[in-house]
C-alpha cells in the first residue's frame, strides 16, 4: 500500500499538473469505486483544482466551491499520467480524470476492488473522512508517547494504525522500529520513556527521509514505480537478507496476508518472534534464538 512518502510524491507531480487547472471530466468504469452519490460525480465536471492535499494515505483534489475528489489507492491501486483523453485499460483501468494538459488514470491490480473514490462538499464533509491520526511531523514527544500509551497494542500495530497516527503503514512501521531498535511485538504500555522518546525521534527521522528520497526518486516526473518494498529498505521485504547494521539475517512474521519483517540482532536480543504458521509447523525444532539458526 502507497504509505505517507509514495503519497507526497504523487502529490508533489500532480501540484505541478492539476492545481489551477480545469477537470473537465471524469470517467468511471468501476461499479466499486465511487463511494458516495451527492454530490454526484458529475459536479467535479468545469471545475479548477485549488489545491492537492494529502489526508492520511488519501489524496485529495480541492476543487472550486468547496468540493473535493478524495482518492485512496489502497493496497493495488496506482495513479498515472497520460496523454489527454487516454482510454481507460479493460483490464486493470477503474477511472480517469480528464484535463486539457493530460489525463490522470487510476489502475489497480488483482481481483479485489478496495480502491475508493469520495465526492464531499465542505470542510466539515472531507473532516469525516479522516480516520483522527496525527502527522508524525508535526506532534510533539509527549504527545506521540501519550497516543501510543492510551491503548495496549503491539509497537507494529500501534504504528500503523491511522487513528493513531497518520500516513504510516506496514512497511514503514518495520522501518521505523528497526531504526529504534525494539520488537514490533514490544507492548505499548510496556515502554520507558527512553525507548518512547527514541521511537518519536526514529519515526520522524524515517518518515521525514524516505518522503525527501521518493520526491527526489521522481524529480519532474510521476512516479511509475510505487511499492511497498525498496532496495535501501533496511528490514521491510528483507526476509534472509543480512541486516545492514549488525549483518544478522532478517526475520519475519507472518499472519493472513501481512508480513512483519524484523532483525533479532538489533530489535529482540537475538530471540526469533514466533510465527504462527511456522512455529505450529515445526514445533520444537522451531529456533528460538539467532544462534540456532
Not at 458516495?36 to 485529495?60: F, M, N, Q, S, Y
Not at 532478517?250 to 530471540?271: F, H, K, L, M, W
Amino acid at each position: 500500500m502507497p504509505e505517507l512518502p509514495e503519497i507526497e510524491a504523487y502529490r508533489a507531480a500532480l501540484r505541478a499538473r492539476v492545481e489551477g487547472e480545469v477537470i473537465e471530466r471524469v470517467r468511471n468504469r468501476s461499479v466499486s469505486l465511487l463511494k458516495t452519490w451527492d454530490p454526484p460525480l458529475e459536479a467535479a465536471h468545469g471545475r479548477r483544482v485549488l489545491d492537492v492535499r494529502r489526508l492520511g494515505k488519501r489524496i485529495v483534489l480541492g476543487l472550486e466551491d468547496e468540493l473535493f475528489l478524495v482518492v485512496h489507492l489502497m493496497v493495488a491501486g496506482r495513479l498515472a499520467w497520460l496523454a489527454p483523453g487516454a482510454a481507460i485499460p479493460k483490464k486493470y483501468g477503474q477511472a480517469a480524470f480528464d484535463f486539457s494538459g493530460g489525463t490522470l488514470l487510476l489502475t489497480e491490480a488483482g481481483t479485489k476492488r478496495r480502491a475508493s473514490l469520495h465526492v464531499v462538499r465542505g470542510e466539515d464533509g472531507l473532516a469525516a473522512l479522516d480516520p483522527g491520526g496525527v502527522e508524525i511531523a508535526d506532534v510533539s514527544a509527549p504527545d506521540f508517547a501519550l497516543r501510543l500509551r492510551a491503548a495496549r497494542h503491539t509497537l507494529k500495530r500501534a504504528l500503523s494504525d491511522a487513528r493513531i497516527l497518520s500516513g504510516i503503514g506496514g512497511a514503514f512501521a518495520d522501518e521505523i522500529l528497526h531504526r529504534a531498535r525494539l520488537s514490533p511485538m514490544q507492548l505499548t504500555t510496556n515502554l520507558s520513556d527512553e525507548e518512547m522518546a527514541r521511537l518519536w525521534s526514529a519515526a520522524r527521522a524515517t518518515m521525514a527521509e524516505w518522503e525527501a528520497l521518493r520526491v527526489a526518486e521522481t524529480g519532474d516526473g510521476f512516479p511509475t514505480k510505487v511499492t511497498a518494498f525498496h532496495p535501501r529498505m533496511a528490514v521491510h521485504g528483507k526476509y534472509g537478507e543480512p541486516c545492514p547494521v549488525c549483518g544478522a539475517p532478517v526475520q519475519r512474521i507472518v499472519y493472513a496476508s501481512r508480513e512483519t519483517n524484523y532483525c533479532p540482532g538489533c530489535q529482540t536480543d537475538g530471540r526469533i518472534l514466533r510465527d504462527r504458521a511456522l512455529s505450529r509447523l515445526l514445533r520444537e525444532t522451531f529456533p528460538k534464538h539467532l544462534d540456532e539458526l
